[in-house]
């Protein structure tokens, strides 16, 4: 067992290595480092496709079904009167809480370094 660092990279030097690949360094960088990133990743493309397939179903129901935005412009009003958002108190408290997060948001805390003993 080799218990001295210097030891162990006389020791790993002294292996007989064979060369690597043609282009290996160019293959690993085109890979890894060099390599484009992708504009949208896997659930992001689920996410925009079921939001665009409600957005067309719904917009079939206004086309076809009589009276439909009317239903469905009914139904929001009620849902946003049951859920409180009518109330200017909470339309406040709602803006006052989008700002906060939105400006912690925008608050860069440096992270420490940690060194290394």
Not at 87 to 103: K, N, P, Q
């Amino acid at each position: 067992m080799i218990d001295d660092d210097d030891a162990l990279d006389l020791a790993l030097a002294a292996l007989p290595l064979e060369e690597p690949p043609a282009r290996l360094h160019g293959r690993i960088m085109a890979a890894t480092v060099y390599r484009p990133r992708v504009a949208v990743i896997g659930w992001e493309t689920w996410l925009i496709a079921t939001l665009a397939a409600v957005a067309l179903w719904l917009g079939w129901l206004v086309i076809s079904v009589p009276r439909f935005s009317d239903r469905l412009s009914d139904a929001i009003a009620r849902l946003a009167d049951a859920g409180g958002l009518t109330s200017l108190t909470t339309l406040g408290w709602l803006a006052v809480g989008i700002s906060v997060v939105w400006w912690l948001s925008q608050l860069t805390i440096p992270s420490r370094r940690l060194r290394s003993r």
